[in-house]
Nanobody, 115 residues
């Protein structure tokens, strides 16, 4: 069974930056889409950003111009560079990958933006 290992969450002040990374425990999985979702307390999980096998990206309106999703050239790794962070970005961030076989979620990593 595939597992996703996430890293990079933490506490940052408003205006700061964080970089999240997510790597699949196995390679050559036929992954089509990699992405990041987030869930704040009392809210539904929402898409933050995703990237397809062909490099097409999609972002939530709230993060456009501040966040950048990228995929490593080798291996099934997806990164999320988060700049100009705001308190409303505080949430648990989940990595998600999808292929013809279905989808897998990471365990989540906490991002807290606070002064």
């Amino acid at each position: 069974q595939v597992q996703l290992v996430e890293s990079g969450g933490g506490l940052v002040q408003p205006g700061g930056s964080l970089r999240l990374s997510c790597t699949a425990s196995r390679n050559n999985l036929g992954i089509n889409v990699l992405g990041w979702y987030r869930q704040a307390p009392g809210k539904q999980r929402e898409l933050v950003a995703q990237i397809t096998l062909g490099g097409h990206t999609n972002y939530a309106d709230s993060v456009k111009g501040r966040f950048t999703v990228s995929r490593a050239r080798v291996g099934d790794t997806v990164n999320l560079q988060m700049n100009s962070l705001k308190p409303e970005d505080t949430a648990v961030y989940y990595c998600n990958v999808r292929g013809p076989w279905g989808q897998v979620w990471g365990q989540g990593t906490q991002v807290t933006v606070s002064s």
